[in-house]
């Protein structure tokens, strides 16, 4: 995987510093879930516009239709408001508003709580703990999923954790290369190992990928086969050129 990674570098920059805070990353999960990332961040920046700094305790005292109305732009408008809504008050009830004493729990008491909480998911606890609070753990999105498996690092029928605890034994201790990791393999999949008609041609991991070297072992096979096949067809031509030779001087005497 060190080698994987060190080809990734050289093609993709990645930005592991997040520009929101925790809380606005709670926010911006809970908007993107059934909707792209344009009207996320149109609903996201609505929302700023409406209530300035986006705090749990302002959201948490906030009208459920002010809430509502600023976030129509990402769908399920109302789903999302509660939620919002919801994780706000819990915020406010059990850490006294202040979200840093909910992240800087133990790491599996953490990510027990974060996973509790409605519309939050192992993957949105997983890049709050890894890039909020230096965790070591992997957040696994459907593009890390499709990678993970193609190269090899994750069985073809491995779940969330199985694929976060296999890429977790591949990576060095360092923190940083776990962010760098984790955004690299987002970028992968995004450009070149796509889940229909991934362009392998293009990629820069092509010549270690599992998948490609055993497309070519399989051509190099074919190909021995059809030479042999020839080879023998050949043989067999010989043979009955031979055969009707010898028929045709013994016809003649």
């Given at each position: 995987m060190d080698e994987i990674i060190k080809l990734l570098k050289e093609k993709y920059t990645v930005d592991?510093?997040?520009?929101?805070?925790?809380?606005?990353?709670?926010?911006?999960?809970?908007?993107?879930?059934?909707?792209?990332?344009?009207?996320?961040?149109?609903?996201?920046?609505?929302?700023?516009?409406?209530?300035?700094?986006?705090?749990?305790?302002?959201?948490?005292n906030s009208d459920l239709k002010k809430i509502e109305d600023a976030i129509k732009v990402a769908g399920l408008y109302r789903v999302k408001s509660v939620r919002i809504h919801e994780i706000s008050k819990y915020i406010m009830d059990k850490f006294d508003g202040?979200?840093?004493?909910?992240?800087?729990?133990?790491?599996?008491?953490?990510?027990?709580?974060?996973?509790?909480?409605?519309g939050i998911g192992y993957k949105t606890a997983d890049i709050m703990l890894l890039f909020y609070c230096?965790?070591?753990?992997?957040?696994?999105?459907?593009?890390?999923?499709?990678?993970?498996?193609r190269l090899g690092f994750a069985e073809?029928?491995?779940?969330?954790?199985?694929?976060?605890?296999?890429?977790?034994?591949?990576?060095?201790?360092?923190?940083?290369?776990?962010?760098?990791?984790?955004l690299?393999?987002?970028?992968?999949?995004?450009?070149?190992?796509?889940?229909?008609?991934?362009?392998?041609?293009?990629?820069?991991?092509?010549?270690?990928?599992?998948?490609?070297?055993?497309?070519?072992?399989?051509k190099k096979k074919k190909v021995k086969v059809k030479s042999k096949t020839k080879r023998k067809s050949k043989i067999k031509v010989k043979k009955k050129t031979k055969t009707s030779t010898k028929k045709t001087k013994k016809t003649k005497k």
């Open positions: 592991i510093h997040f520009k929101d805070n925790p809380f606005e990353m709670f926010i911006r999960t809970i908007l993107s879930q059934n909707t792209n990332d344009k009207n996320r961040d149109r609903a996201f920046q609505r929302m700023k516009e409406e209530f300035e700094d986006l705090t749990p305790e302002k959201l948490a202040d979200i840093d004493k909910l992240l800087t729990l133990p790491f599996k008491e953490a990510r027990k709580k974060l996973i509790e909480l409605k230096n965790h070591p753990t992997i957040p696994i999105d459907t593009h890390i999923t499709r990678v993970s498996k073809q029928d491995a779940k969330y954790e199985k694929i976060r605890e296999s890429l977790e034994k591949l990576i060095e201790t360092d923190i940083t290369v776990y962010k760098e990791s984790h690299l393999l987002i970028e992968l999949g995004r450009d070149t190992c796509n889940a229909i008609n991934p362009k392998c041609k293009n990629c820069i991991v092509e010549s270690l990928c599992p998948k490609i070297i055993k497309k070519r072992e399989k």
